[in-house]
């Protein structure tokens, strides 16, 4: 009983803290992907970018961001401390390709790492990967100045037990307007296959 009792006590919070890290992991990737739909959103009413983080919170109809004040925190760090990436780096972001034919964008299962070094950033909750991709565009967001807007993307690095677009660390992780029209553009295709019976 009492080696039970130890298993239990060595493995039971390391397991728990795997779980809340993962659950932690999966509201950011939607926090990104809502910041992406409602800059879609805003695009499409407006004719163009957003300029500012507050355009969006402050749109009513259709209200663009759904979060109690009009913007997310962010689960990894616990702050809203995302780094906003201008509409002039979407050229200098990693192309993501969907894993399959029709297949919307997302968590993909892991391939190698990419390459060397980290970022910077807040730490997140894991250990400092040193096979983590180094200069993806991001400005903090209370330091960004206004312009054309893209996305958003965690200030937390460090190894993710998820990833996203093959991306295994968080200063890695990018998910844009380029990823939800992408997305949009594989559902639309997707519906609009005709299956013939053989």
Do not use: C
């Not at 397991?15 to 509201?27: D, N, P």
């Not at 968590?107 to 980290?118: C, F, I, L, R």
Request: glycine fraction near 8%.
């Amino acid at each position: 009983m009492t080696i039970m009792m130890i298993v239990v006590a060595y493995t039971v919070p390391r397991m728990w803290s795997t779980v809340m890290k993962r659950e932690r992991e999966q509201e950011t990737i939607y926090a990104m992907q809502q910041y992406a739909k409602a800059i879609v959103e805003f695009r499409e009413k407006n004719k163009s970018y957003p300029t500012s983080i507050q355009q969006l919170k402050d749109a009513r109809q259709p209200r663009m961001i759904r979060g109690p004040k009009g913007e997310y925190v962010d689960p990894l760090t616990g702050e809203v401390d995302w780094l906003v990436i201008p509409q002039a780096a979407g050229a200098s972001l990693p192309a993501h390709t969907l894993p399959g034919t029709n297949t919307p964008p997302g968590v993909t299962p892991p391939p190698p790492p990419p390459p060397p070094p980290p970022s910077t950033g807040s730490p997140g909750n894991g250990s400092e990967n040193t096979n983590a991709a180094a200069g993806l565009p991001g400005i903090p967001i209370k330091d960004y100045a206004g312009g054309p807007f893209i996305g958003v993307r965690p200030a937390a690095h460090g190894k993710s037990l998820m990833t996203l677009f093959a991306a295994d660390t968080y200063e890695t992780w990018v998910y844009t307007t380029l990823d939800y029209d992408q997305e949009k553009a594989a559902r639309l295709q997707a519906a609009n296959t005709v299956f013939t019976a053989h």
